[in-house]
């Protein structure tokens, strides 16, 4: 409870949803295990936590390519931003 900062009732509290879940049981009054079932779940997590990380860097990725695509097209001084305004204007119909 102390190190991972929580108080006593959040603990109570956090203790009886994996205790109903079926994740850990009681073999004592003073000594909690894990089960089967929380066994799995903890590996399942894992998977699910790398794959949320690898889907968070690849979005970071194409997000970092828009932006340079974004400078290269709207950026002052840039390839692309040579055509005057007048110019940019007949190519578009106005």
Do not use: W
Request: hydrophobic share 30%; net charge neutral; proline share 1%.
């Amino acid at each position: 409870m102390y190190q991972a900062n929580l108080s006593y009732r959040l603990l109570c509290r956090y203790l009886s949803e994996v205790l109903d879940a079926g994740l850990v049981r009681s073999e004592d009054d003073d000594c909690y295990v894990l089960t089967g079932k929380g066994k799995e779940f903890l590996v399942k997590h894992e998977k699910y936590s790398k794959r949320c990380r690898s889907l968070e860097e690849q979005s970071n990725h194409v997000n970092n390519e828009k932006i340079v695509l974004e400078e290269m097209c709207f950026s002052p001084g840039k390839a692309g931003k040579s055509l005057s305004h007048a110019d940019r204007n007949k190519g578009s119909g106005e």
